[in-house]
């Protein structure tokens, strides 16, 4: 079955520091990969996403790459704000559901001033 | 728009109260879903509709019934509350394919099941 792997958090930074959080993903066929990200008190927002391999997806200054050969989709930031303390979850889509999202177990950022 | 809207945001529940989620959305949208938040488990898919009229069940089915009587609307009902449905819930709607759109997602229901 489908199944997404992140790295364990809580992840905590200094503001301005580079940021990659690790996920890799199981699946049959050729997924579509999302992350999304759940700040304090609210519901999740997609923050970018990549249907096919070596598409890559960016937002807000957050970029990730789809990696087919590794089966991997990290995120990556070059500079992180306190803002961006939140929970980023990855996510993927597969098997022509179009709408079944499979998620990873979230990871917590927290940035510092 | 409001997007999705979901209420109650905190509900406690006794063992074996029955209660309903509700969930509301002014997108127009086809797809509607309701996951399930727990702390390292991520988001579980528990019922999920492609239109009106059209259910089916996701990952953790078991002990929550849905209907789609209405395009914008996505109840979800919880019939014999036990300890383990304590969870955060999230109702998310789709205009089409999630793999062209995304997900929409409601700020949530904490329920606490004592």
């Known amino acids: 079955g489908n199944s997404v792997t992140q790295m364990e958090g809580p992840v905590t930074l200094s503001e301005e520091a580079f940021l990659t959080i690790n996920c890799t993903y199981t699946?049959?066929?050729?997924?579509?990969l999302f992350w999304y990200v759940q700040y304090p008190g609210e519901g999740l927002q997609l923050l970018l996403k990549?249907?096919?391999?070596?598409d890559k997806g960016s937002n807000k200054g957050f970029e990730a790459t789809y990696r087919k050969e590794t089966t991997s989709f990290h995120l990556e930031k070059g500079s992180v704000q306190v803002s961006d303390s939140a929970v980023y979850f990855c996510a993927l889509e597969s098997g022509g559901s179009n709408y079944k999202l499979t998620f990873g177990k979230g990871t917590l950022l927290t940035v510092n001033p | 728009n409001a997007g999705v809207t979901q209420t109650p945001k905190f509900q406690v529940l006794k063992t074996g109260q029955s209660m309903t989620l509700q969930c509301a959305q002014d997108?127009?949208?086809?797809?509607m879903s309701w996951y399930r938040q727990d702390p390292g488990m991520g988001l579980r898919l528990i019922h999920y509709s492609v239109g009106a009229g059209i259910t089916d069940q996701g990952e953790v089915p078991n002990g929550y019934n849905v209907s789609r009587s209405t395009t914008e609307d996505f109840p979800l009902r919880l019939l014999s509350a036990a300890p383990s449905q304590t969870s955060v819930y999230f109702c998310?709607?789709?205009?089409?394919?999630?793999?062209?759109?995304?997900?929409?997602f409601g700020s949530g229901t904490r329920l606490t099941v004592v």
């Open positions: 990549a249907t096919k391999a070596d």
């Open positions: 699946a049959t066929g050729y997924p579509s």
């Open positions: 998310a709607s789709s205009y089409s394919k999630v793999v062209l759109y995304g997900y929409t």
């Open positions: 997108m127009n949208h086809e797809y």
